[in-house]
């Protein structure tokens, strides 16, 4: 263990240093503005982790079962090994729920201990069923479970058809059949598992239920998971009107990587001095702001500039922004 700890935290330590030597300014840069944001962006209330179990998606019904300490005692193998298990999480949503600033990604630390909790308990219950030593706990938990993977195999593709055909109109009703044919396939093959008390098989099934989940659901993500009317990304930009010669800088705007990926350019960080020599060299440039940019350029090039809006663009996924993110076009006269 401890050259494990050794060996992680020298591997760990190697891209910090790195940073630390050759861009110290950048890296310091970035932890002050990282320590601001605990505190000021993102905030939450000290208990918004506490709905840490539905994280666990189809493993729910195992994963609560896991949390009630004398249920599990009677039925794990080691209960050192599981009073360990479930401290690690405790103390993961206690020290996230420390800082002020809070997502729900962040509860990936959290998701280590809360599968080897779900994983040792159903390894004991699936045990205890083979040897025939079940009890009245045990078929609780596996027929809720069952019956859990039963309504998401009926309610998923049911809102799947509902958004997409009925409210969006948006895939063509053949479309459907794969998808419904596949989830009555799990259905039945589960209520047979359970029937059967074959609890490897249910296991597999919950497994390949979850992954067809993911997978359609990625399919048909912008489809079905926004509702904001006025979403719009910058894959709707027309090249011809931003020839792939223009340079683009971000302007005070928010933009995150995935964004840069749909508009498939290169995009710089502001730089005015870099900026106005492009111009002065007779070049245009594209700038992407949040709200029109024509205030802040004309006072950078003494009223200059001439700005002619390309394209807007919001990526809020539930309702729209208030101030769109805009591409404008800049040249200087002449």
């Known amino acids: 263990m401890l050259l494990a700890f050794t060996l992680a ?128 706990g045990d078929r609780l938990v596996i027929a809720l479970h069952t019956g859990l993977l039963v309504c998401l195999g009926i309610i998923f593709p049911g809102y799947l058809f509902y958004r997409l055909q009925i409210v969006e109109q948006h895939a063509p009703l053949l479309a459907f059949v794969p998808i419904f044919a596949a ?63 223009t340079e683009i800088y971000v302007m005070d705007s928010w933009l995150d990587i995935k964004h840069v990926w749909d508009l498939k350019r290169q995009i710089h960080r502001w730089q005015a001095d870099d900026f106005l020599a492009l111009l002065e060299s007779g070049k245009s440039v594209a700038v992407i702001s949040t709200g029109d940019p024509r205030e802040r350029l004309a006072e950078l090039t003494d009223a200059r500039a001439i700005v002619t809006t390309i394209d807007w663009f919001d990526y809020n996924d539930n309702r729209a922004e208030k101030e769109k993110t805009f591409i404008s076009l800049v040249r200087l006269p002449g």
């Open 9 to 136: 935290v020298v591997i760990a330590s190697l891209w910090p240093l790195y940073i630390l030597y050759f861009h110290p300014e950048a890296l310091m840069t970035t932890v002050q503005q990282e320590t601001e944001a605990w505190a000021s962006r993102h905030t939450k209330s000290f208990w918004f982790y506490l709905n840490f179990p539905r994280y666990s998606d189809l493993w729910l019904v195992v994963m609560l079962a896991a949390l009630i300490e004398p249920f599990a005692r009677k039925r794990v193998e080691s209960i050192r090994q599981y009073r360990f298990l479930l401290l690690w999480l405790a103390l993961d949503i206690l020290l996230l729920s420390l800082i002020p600033e809070k997502k729900s990604r962040y509860l990936l630390p959290a998701m280590i201990p809360m599968a080897l909790l779900c994983g040792t308990l159903l390894r004991a219950i699936m045990h205890r069923y083979s040897q025939g030593l079940e009890e009245r």
């Open 183 to 245: 989830f009555l396939a799990l259905i039945a093959g589960a209520w047979i598992f359970f029937r059967r008390k074959n609890l490897a098989g249910l296991f597999f099934l919950t497994v390949l239920q979850f992954c067809l989940v993911a997978f359609v659901y990625m399919d048909f993500y912008r489809a079905i998971g926004i509702s904001n009317p006025e979403f719009k990304s910058m894959e709707k930009v027309d090249s011809k009107v931003l020839p792939l010669e």
